[in-house]
């Protein structure tokens, strides 16, 4: 549908207003639904507070559900100062609680005047579910909905939230006609996957919007923030160098800051680590590896690498070349590749016939890049090249001496792997640290098997000429 000629009010909220065209219809009304405890407190008062400070709006909090000091309480938690908004002119909170039974009618009056008062174009009514309570007949819900809120509000060009609670195991959102005469309509879950809680927002409805992407994950950390879809194309753009994150005396920094926290001294001498891409994932594995290779590489250590499947050698060249010296490149980067023929130093051609043999060589280049630089070298091994090439069964066997050599010689190994290959349990039950990469709603994920982490969305920010992987964990 175009959205050609309609107004919007920015939301404010990263990865939420690129997905739906910029904001929502100014004056629209829209029903925030879902189960208790979902995020849909903190979502609309995000949504009223970046109004306030970052779009000169003003707005109302009608709150049926928490008194103001509650409310004022668990804001500040997030970071959101309501109190000096309202003592700014800017926002006003109406504390509800104790006067539905005054009436619909004065209830209504009294935020309606309000929003006259305050000459506001946001308001949030939370909930609707509570407020609906003291209506006598259906028809009063209709009324209300229809006459009051649908059109006076949205003659005075004011934006309205109303948020609907759903009941554990209900289906129906409120009395089931809020949805028709809501120009949008936003639905808020949790879910489990594989013990990890999921925060799902699902755009049902928004008028004069055509949405690509109706299902977004968000985390309530720092705030409500929507984790919006990654494009192949968008992070080649943002790419920039990476910054060099030193190594410690007896551990390593993996070049990912937020990951190096969560890992905390596991990443050591003689680790044999497992990094595990879900099938379906559109988008460049390249992209995970180089941050951990190129703060190698930077500090004078030796990376020998087998790519994963779908990877060449030219691609991991261009992946790193922005980012690593010519003669660092060329002295201390090894990048194996099956039956090639080059006079490039750095390119070392295997014959792919025998995996003990070409295995040899492996570990005689890492050998020689140890004695090169007198540090530790790692290696990374696509183990799903290992096996399509030479079979599970030769795969198995060099298991063994593989994981014997790196612990002994105190080098690192970053093992990848996809789910659908034969030898991924052995992989798994063998790794020191054990990573998984997946896709949710077109967002990218990871998360620690082994040690157990948060479940972290991946996101590539720009912080002045540096590029930088941040993970957010979902809460």
């Known amino acids: ?43 609309c008062s995000q949504w009223i507070y970046k109004g306030c400070t970052d779009y000169d709006e ?24 309501f109190e000096d908004l309202e003592k700014e002119g800017r926002f006003s909170f109406l504390d509800l609680v104790t006067v539905k039974e005054e009436g619909i009618s004065r209830v209504m009056e009294r935020i309606l005047n309000e929003v006259f008062s305050l000459k506001a174009t946001r308001l949030v009514i939370d909930s609707f579910s509570a407020l ?7 028809i009063d819900t209709r009324s209300v909905l229809h006459t009051i809120l649908s059109k006076m509000i949205r003659r005075v060009g004011c934006t309205t939230m109303l948020v609907v609670e759903v009941p554990y195991g209900e289906n129906k959102i409120g009395h089931g006609i809020e949805e028709f005469i809501a120009d949008a309509v936003l639905h808020f879950s949790r879910r489990e996957l594989d013990d990890v809680i999921i925060r799902e927002l699902t755009l049902l409805k928004i008028r004069g919007t055509e949405v690509t992407y109706p299902k977004l994950a968000f985390t309530l950390k720092g705030g409500f923030q929507v984790f919006s879809p990654i494009t192949i194309r968008g992070v080649e753009q943002l790419l920039r160098k990476y910054k060099i994150i030193p190594h410690h005396e007896d551990y390593f920094s993996i070049g990912i800051r937020d990951l190096d926290e969560v890992l905390g001294r596991m990443f050591r001498r003689g680790c044999y680590d497992l990094l595990e891409i879900e099938k379906d994932i559109a988008f460049p594995i390249q992209h995970l590896i180089s941050p951990t290779i190129c703060n190698f590489l930077n500090q ?27 003669q660092t490149f060329q002295d201390n980067l090894r990048i194996m590749e099956y039956r090639g023929k080059t006079d490039k130093p750095y390119i070392i051609p295997l ?6 043999e070409d295995m040899e060589v492996v570990w005689n280049i890492i050998s020689d890049l140890r004695e090169k630089t007198h ?56 790794a020191d640290i054990y990573l998984k990469v997946e896709q949710i709603h077109g967002a990218l994920f990871l998360r620690g098997i082994k040690p157990k982490t948060p479940l972290m969305n991946v996101k590539i920010s720009i912080t002045n000429e540096f590029s930088e992987v941040k993970l957010t964990p979902i809460i």
């Open 1 to 43: 549908m175009s959205s050609k000629g309609i107004v919007r009010a920015p939301t404010g909220m990263e990865g939420l207003d690129s997905v739906i065209n910029g904001g929502f219809p100014r004056g629209s009304l829209i029903l925030v639904a879902g189960n208790p405890g979902t995020g849909k407190t903190v979502f």
């Open 351 to 356: 014959e792919g016939r025998s995996l003990e």
């Open 300 to 326: 004078g250590y030796g990376v020998v690498v087998l790519p994963p499947q779908g990877i060449s050698p030219p691609t991991i060249k261009k992946s790193l070349k922005p980012y690593v010296g010519r």
């Open 375 to 430: 540090k530790p070298v790692l290696s990374i091994m696509g183990f799903d090249t290992v096996e399509y090439t030479y079979g599970e069964r030769e795969a198995l066997k060099i298991l063994g001496e593989d994981i014997a050599r790196t612990r002994n010689l105190e080098d690192l190994r970053i093992n990848i792997i996809r789910p659908t290959i034969h030898i991924a349990d052995q992989l798994r039950a063998l």
């Open 132 to 138: 609906a309570q003291a209506f006598k007949e259906p």
């Open 58 to 81: 003003r707005g109302i909090y009608a709150s049926f559900a928490e008194s103001r000091e509650t409310f004022f309480d668990n804001m500040r938690s997030f970071g959101f100062n």
